[in-house]
C-alpha cells in the first residue's frame, strides 16, 4: 500500500516565507550599503550616477511645462 503525503500551503504560511524573503533583502541591502558608505571611492561611483539622473529628470520636466 502507497502512502501519501499532502503538504498544504496556507495564507500563514505563504505570508511568513514572503517576510523572509522581505526581511533577507533588506539585510543585504544593508549590507551592500554599509560597504558602499564606508568606502569614499565606492560612493563615489555610487552619487554620480543619481546626480546625473536627478539631472536629467529636472531637465525633462522643464522641457515638458
Known amino acids: 500500500m502507497e502512502t501519501t503525503t499532502e503538504t498544504t500551503t496556507t495564507i500563514s ?7 523572509n524573503v522581505v526581511s533577507s533583502g ?27 539622473l536627478g539631472i536629467g529628470l529636472l531637465r525633462r520636466l522643464m522641457r515638458v511645462s
Open 26 to 52: 533588506i539585510e543585504w541591502i544593508g549590507d551592500y550599503l554599509t560597504v558602499i558608505t564606508s568606502n569614499p571611492v565606492l560612493l563615489l561611483f555610487v552619487i554620480v550616477p543619481f546626480v546625473g
Open 13 to 19: 504560511t505563504v505570508l511568513t516565507e514572503v517576510g
